[in-house]
């Protein structure tokens, strides 16, 4: 019960990345890259474990970006065609590679990522992916037409990859849809069928992460334009209830999200995010707890699961794990409320 887990990804040692970067480059070559990675994957284990965090990921330690880790290995992907692009309606600018033929996978993607977290733990683990519509919104299309489109063949492929890590033991699939926030219109069009098709007969329990963004200055000053409630899931989550999908994610805390909208995703499970990762401040677990009492209005303890509200990528290592621990002290807090006295 109130099972903990995090968004996905957790900030890189200094000797494998530049710290607090996105996109940042990797430090190390050949052989030894891919040791560093499994040892940093260690050591994003190790932190969640030592927090009392219940369902694991790798922390996205092997990917340079939660899109571009998938993105790299697919067919039709040209990166010597890299373009500058206006992402989320424009919110920033990033240079993407360019869709020049049709997609294919070349071959497993993460299989062997998720394979080594699945031995590396004991704990139950999850495994996140980008969503079909964020990787169009990341990319430069010169081939499809139309977004729609592109993102239909997207899903198919996400779905080929899902099965096989499934395969080797992956608890829980995660998509990551932030562009969920954005395209209200192509959610209703094409964004639910593209995220039924990227999940269809997964035996694994599945989730979409769909928050506001990383604490990152273009969000946070997006986040200033919203008004008073931050009301996009009124939209969003009927659609989802009604989708394949087993699980939101979502940020709660020190958010504008009207927590009653909750009530609105039917019997769907509920990564609430209890911690903010857009400050420098560490939540107590008394802070984490009143979140997590919050959204139990609305949510069945069953179906509840404390989290953070985005990837922690761009923060301070420390700083990520004091989080972490006070994540899993604030989950512990709330069962024993729940549990009630001895």
């Given at each position: 019960?109130?099972?903990?887990?995090?968004?996905?990804?957790?900030?890189?040692?200094?000797?494998?990345?530049?710290p607090?970067?996105?996109?940042?480059?990797?430090r190390?070559?050949g052989?030894?890259?891919?040791?560093g990675?499994r040892d940093?994957v260690?050591?994003?284990?190790?932190?969640?474990e030592?927090?009392g965090?219940?369902i694991?990921t790798?922390?996205?330690?092997?990917?340079?970006?939660f899109?571009w880790?998938?993105v790299?290995?697919l067919?039709?992907?040209?990166?010597?065609?890299?373009v500058?692009?206006?992402?989320?309606?424009?919110?920033?600018?990033?240079e993407?590679p360019?869709?020049?033929?049709?997609?294919r996978?070349?071959?497993?993607?993460?299989?062997?990522?998720a394979?080594?977290?699945?031995?590396?733990?004991?704990?139950?683990?999850?495994?996140?992916?980008?969503g079909?519509?964020t990787?169009?919104?990341?990319?430069?299309?010169?081939?499809?037409?139309?977004?729609?489109k592109l993102?239909l063949?997207?899903?198919?492929?996400?779905?080929?990859?899902?099965r096989?890590?499934?395969?080797?033991?992956?608890?829980?699939?995660?998509?990551?849809?932030?562009?969920?926030?954005?395209?209200?219109d192509?959610v209703?069009?094409?964004g639910?069928?593209a995220?039924?098709?990227?999940v269809?007969g997964?035996?694994c329990r599945?989730?979409v992460?769909?928050?506001?963004?990383?604490?990152?200055k273009?969000n946070?000053?997006?986040?200033?334009?919203?008004?008073?409630?931050?009301?996009?899931?009124?939209q969003t989550?009927?659609?989802l209830?009604?989708?394949r999908?087993g699980?939101?994610?979502?940020?709660?805390?020190?958010?504008r999200?009207?927590?009653?909208?909750?009530?609105?995703?039917?019997?769907?499970?509920?990564l609430?995010?209890a911690?903010?990762v857009?400050?420098?401040?560490?939540e107590?677990?008394?802070?984490?707890?009143?979140?997590?009492?919050?959204?139990?209005?609305?949510v069945?303890p069953?179906?509840?699961?404390p989290c953070?509200?985005?990837?922690m990528?761009p923060?301070?290592?420390?700083?990520?794990r004091?989080?972490?621990h006070?994540?899993?002290?604030?989950?512990?807090l709330?069962?024993?409320e729940?549990?009630?006295?001895?």
């Open positions: 019960m109130l099972d903990t887990t995090i968004a996905g990804s957790l900030p890189k040692p200094a000797w494998l990345a530049a607090r970067t996105l996109w940042a480059p990797w190390l070559e052989a030894a890259l891919e040791e990675k940093a260690r050591l994003a284990l190790r932190d969640q030592a927090a965090i219940d694991v790798d922390g996205e330690q092997t990917r340079r970006h899109v880790g998938f790299e290995q067919e039709g992907v040209d990166f010597s065609k890299m500058t692009i206006g992402i989320r309606a424009d919110r920033y600018k990033a993407v360019t869709v020049a033929g049709p997609l996978r070349r071959g497993p993607i993460h299989r062997d990522e394979q080594f977290l699945r031995t590396a733990t004991g704990r139950r683990i999850k495994f996140t992916m980008p079909p519509m990787v169009v919104d990341t990319i430069h299309d010169a081939y499809y037409g139309s977004r729609a993102g063949a997207i899903a198919s492929l996400i779905n080929e990859e899902a096989e890590l499934a395969a080797v033991g992956v608890d829980v699939i995660q998509l990551d849809e932030p562009a969920f926030n954005v395209y209200m192509e209703r069009d094409w639910i069928e995220l039924n098709r990227a269809e997964l035996p599945t989730v992460h769909i928050c506001y963004g990383y604490g990152i273009a946070t000053d997006w986040k200033k334009t919203l008004g008073g409630e931050w009301r996009q899931y009124e989550f009927p659609l209830a009604a989708s999908i699980g939101v994610s979502l940020e709660c805390a020190n958010s999200v009207p927590i009653s909208l909750l009530g609105l995703l039917g019997d769907k499970d509920v609430v995010g911690v903010d857009a400050n420098e401040e560490v107590t677990p008394a802070q984490v707890a009143a979140v997590i009492r919050e959204a139990l209005r609305h069945a069953s179906r509840l699961f953070t509200n985005c990837g990528v923060l301070d290592r420390e700083l990520a004091a989080k972490l006070a994540l899993g002290a604030g989950a512990a709330a069962r024993q729940l549990s009630g006295p001895r």
